[in-house]
C-alpha cells in the first residue's frame, strides 16, 4: 500500500472546481517535492504539475498545485467533461530512499 | 521530441523468464534517469525503481527489489525491465518513464512516458 493518502473520488458540475489532497509524512512530502499526474483509462500517465506548483508547457492555468507542512494539493478549476480521469500524486521519500505514488483519486464531473 | 517506445505485450506462464524494454528517443539518453512504473488492473500507480543509464546505477523501491532486475544498453539507447521467474501476480501494465530533476532526488518527476507493456502470467 502507499505511503501517500488520496481521497478515491471527488466529483463535481461542470465549471465548479475540485481540490484533491495528497496527505503523507515528514519524511516524504515534508522534505520534497510534489508532482501530480492524470491518467485516462488505457493510457499512460500525464505530467501536470512539478515542483508543487509548476506547470509544464501546455497544461492549462485550470491545473494549480500547492503543498503545505506533509500534504500535497491539486486543484482543477472550470471543471470539463474531459478532466474525468484518475489523478496522482508523487514524490521522494528520503527515509525509503525511492519515489512513491498516491493512492490515486477518480474525478468525475456531474 | 522526447519519445519512449516500449515492446510490445507479453503472454507468458508462471516460472518463465521475462524482459521487456522501453527505448528512447529525441534527448541525450545516458542524461537521464528512466524509471518504471507498475499498475495492476484496476489499481494505481506503483513505483518500482529508477536506473541512470550514464553508470547503470539503480535505485529499487523496497516493494520490488529482488523480484525485477533493471539494465540498459547505451548503444541502441534501450532500457530493459527482467524477471527471472514470473508469477501470476506479476500481471499488470508496466511503464517506464523519463525523470528530471535534481541529482539529490528531493524534486524529481516523470515528464514523459512510454505507451505501457501489458503482461500477461497465466497458466
Known amino acids: 500500500q502507499s505511503v501517500l493518502t488520496q481521497p478515491p473520488s471527488v466529483s463535481a458540475a461542470p465549471g465548479q472546481k475540485v481540490t484533491i489532497s495528497c496527505s503523507g509524512t515528514s519524511s516524504n512530502i515534508g522534505s520534497n517535492y510534489v508532482s501530480w499526474y492524470q491518467q485516462f483509462p488505457g493510457t499512460a500517465p500525464k505530467l501536470l504539475i512539478y515542483d508543487n506548483n509548476k506547470r509544464p508547457s501546455g497544461i492549462p492555468d485550470r491545473f494549480s498545485g500547492s503543498k503545505s507542512g506533509t500534504s500535497g494539493t491539486l486543484g482543477i478549476t472550470g471543471l470539463q467533461t474531459g478532466d474525468e480521469a484518475d489523478y496522482y500524486c508523487?514524490?521522494?521519500?528520503?527515509?525509503?530512499?525511492?519515489?512513491?505514488f498516491g493512492t490515486g483519486t477518480k474525478v468525475t464531473v456531474l | 521530441e522526447v519519445q519512449l517506445v516500449q515492446s510490445g505485450a507479453e503472454l507468458r506462464e508462471p516460472g518463465e523468464s521475462l524482459t521487456i524494454s522501453c527505448k528512447g528517443a529525441g534527448y541525450s539518453f545516458t542524461s537521464y534517469w528512466i524509471g518504471w512504473a507498475r499498475q495492476m488492473p484496476e489499481n494505481g500507480l506503483e513505483w518500482m525503481g529508477i536506473?541512470?543509464?550514464?553508470?547503470?546505477?539503480?535505485l529499487y523501491s523496497p516493494s520490488f527489489q529482488g523480484q525485477v532486475s533493471m539494465s540498459v544498453d547505451k548503444s541502441t539507447n534501450t532500457a530493459y525491465l527482467q524477471w527471472s521467474t514470473l508469477k501470476a501476480s506479476d500481471t499488470a501494465m508496466y511503464y517506464c518513464?523519463?525523470?528530471?530533476?535534481?541529482?539529490?532526488?528531493?524534486?524529481?518527476?516523470?515528464?514523459?512516458w512510454g505507451q505501457g507493456t501489458l503482461v500477461t502470467v497465466s497458466s
Open positions: 518513464a523519463r525523470r528530471l530533476g535534481r541529482a539529490n532526488h528531493h524534486s524529481n518527476w516523470f515528464d514523459s
Open positions: 536506473i541512470y543509464p550514464g553508470d547503470s546505477d539503480v
Open positions: 508523487e514524490t521522494w521519500d528520503s527515509s525509503l530512499s525511492t519515489g512513491v
